[in-house]
Structures are given as C-alpha cells and as structure tokens.
C-alpha cells in the first residue's frame, strides 16, 4: 500500500456507522472498538507491542498508534529485573478504520509514548521519552525528518491550533518545550508544577492547559508568548486517601470546557475554559484513569482505566458513571470520534 495514501484530509474525523471510541491495550498489543452508541465493543485490532498514544487523521480513515518495544515499568517495578527493549517494536502504527486493519508501521524514533498530527496530515510529532528526543515523521515517505532535543522524559506532544508551534511535556525537567514547526529549533522551555504530563489548547491558541501530576494542578499558560499566567488547583473531596494526579488532558469540542483525568486521584476534573477555574470533580470514575475523550455534545466524558482494565462512561452533568465497559489489556490510551 502506498504510503501517499494516508495521508489525511481537511476536515473533522467522522466515525462510519456511527461515534466510535477506539482504546489502547498497553498490556494487550491490540485497540479496542467501542460503538458509542450502544457503549459495547464491537471489536480489537491487532497492532503490535505496547500501544499507547492514539490519532485519528481529520478524514476519519486512518488510525495512528504509538507502539513502543520497551518494557513496562512505573511504580513498584523493578526495572533492573525487565526485558530487554525490542527495538524493532518501535513505530507507528497506521490502522485502516474501514477494516479495522494495521496497514503498516512507521519509524518512530526510540520508544514512543504520545505524539500530534500536523494540520494537513502530512507530519507526526512524537515523543520519545527514553532518549529526551522529539522526532518528527513524514507519513508520506515514512520516514523520521529530524530528532529535536527537548528535554528529559518527554511525553505530552501538542501543535497549537495554528500548527506554527509544538508543545512537549518534559517530565523530568518540570517543563514543556516550545518547539518552532518551521525551524525545529526549541523557541523556549516553559517552567509547570511538577511532572508535567499532557497540553490542550483553546481552539484559538490563546491558551495552553498543562497537567502537573505532582502538583495537583493545570497550569494556565499564554499559547503566543509561552509565559505561565497561572495555576489551577485540582482538589478531591476530604478524606481521599490519594489527592489528585493531573494526567490527560482534553478541551470539549465546543471549546467551553477541559476535562482533566486525574489518575490515582480516580476523579475527573472540570475547568470553565473562560474563567479558568475548577467548575466540577467527576469522583469515583475508575482505577487510575488516563486516557480520556468527551462526546460532541459534551454530555459523556469516556476514560481509560489501566489497573481495572476498564473504560467508564461518565455523564457529565449527574458526575455518575453510566457504564464501565471491559476491554482487558491495561487500557491507556483513547480517542473518540464523533
């Protein structure tokens, strides 16, 4: 299949059939499919190891999925006693919506974690968080243009809606680097609450929302002169035995609010985009959601849910979860398309 193919078109993802939500097994080596309409799975997808990261191209064919050949570790685990990385798992994978298919895999620089589409579908901007890298793919060659050094444990990659300047999250370092698309060259480092994990913008680029893990907050950002106007604090009822952990990060389609999955927190949080404040907590939505999307309505919030191996459907206005659907596989990362 020519690489030319899949390429993606102007315009906004639709789902054949109906809203699809697709998640990742980080465990599973497969995506799962949920039918949004009946909140049931309809299917897996075979891709490779380690999926995480996922896109979906603007025409809706294509489905980008990050796959990474280096062992799972996180808290509690040994890493001196893990496998060795298979490098050659490393890649992008390309999954064709009409067949529920992987077409290919793409080269992807080491390990990667999460990564963006350029507006015409043309490049992916991925991190690769073992080598502190952003490599940028050209998915009609299929091939890595450029690695940029960004900073220790990248993770979080998004374009401003403009396309004319990337964010990375840098874990270690406590920053996210602002990265020139034309150029490549890093613009500025941006100082956030500790262990900053995800980016979402208002859909004029006015304003770039950044998770800090560690410092139960968004950090309220300018998206034109990369300077911190504030921080948002994420607080949990009284009494939780874990406080919030910022994690994903998603702004409703409408762009009136940001949906903020709060790992261990098992919450997630509501920010007014407007006012830049703390409007709702979602309590008790799962295990250590992650991944997360909000319907085109703004009605249902859907959350990946790694350690129960579930994904919850939360309906936003009653903070009650609806359903919590079984998809196995540490589910990570998810993406739903209207």
Same mark, same amino acid.
């Given at each position: 299949i020519a690489a030319i193919g899949l390429l993606a078109a102007d315009g906004p993802a639709r789902a054949a059939g109906g809203p699809r939500v697709y998640v990742s097994q980080e465990d599973g080596g497969a995506v799962v499919v949920i039918d949004a309409t009946r909140d049931a799975v309809v299917a897996h997808i075979p891709v490779g190891k380690r999926p995480r990261g996922l896109k979906v191209s603007r025409d809706g064919k294509f489905l980008y999925v990050a796959l990474s050949g280096s062992p799972r570790g996180g808290p509690g685990v040994d890493e001196s006693k893990l496998p060795p990385a298979d490098r050659d798992a490393d890649g992008i994978g390309v999954v064709d919506l009409a067949t529920n298919k992987l077409l290919r895999t793409f080269p992807s620089g080491q390990d990667p974690e999460t990564f963006d589409l350029s507006a015409d579908g043309k490049l992916a901007y991925i991190s690769n968080e073992e080598t502190a890298e952003m490599s940028v793919l050209d998915l009609a060659a299929g091939k890595v243009l450029q690695r940029v050094k960004v900073g220790k444990e990248p993770e979080g990659v998004t374009l401003r809606p403009d396309g004319k300047v990337v964010y990375v999250t840098c874990e270690e370092e406590n920053q996210v680097a602002v990265v020139d698309t034309s150029t490549l060259k890093v613009l500025a480092h941006i100082e956030t @609450?500790? /262990? %900053? /994990?995800? *980016? @979402?913008?208002? %859909?004029? @680029? $006015?304003? $770039?929302? *950044?998770?800090?893990?560690?410092g139960a907050e968004v950090n309220v950002v300018d998206g034109q002169t990369h300077k911190v106007l504030g921080a948002i604090k994420i607080e949990s009822k009284a009494g939780k035995p874990i406080p919030p952990r910022p994690m994903g990060v998603v702004v409703s389609r409408d762009g009136s609010r940001v949906f903020v999955s709060n790992g261990r927190g098992e919450s997630v949080a509501v920010i007014d985009l407007a006012s830049r404040k703390l409007v709702k907590m979602l309590e008790g939505v799962g295990v250590r959601p992650w991944g997360l999307d909000v319907s085109a309505d703004g009605k249902k919030v859907y959350t990946a849910n790694g350690p129960s191996n579930d994904v919850s459907v939360v309906d936003v206005r009653t903070g009650k979860v609806g359903k919590r659907i079984k998809v196995g596989g540490q589910p990570w990362g998810l993406v739903l398309v209207p």
């Open positions: @609450g500790p /262990r %900053p /994990r995800a *980016i @979402g913008f208002s %859909p004029d @680029g $006015a304003v $770039a929302f *950044i998770s800090s893990e560690l």
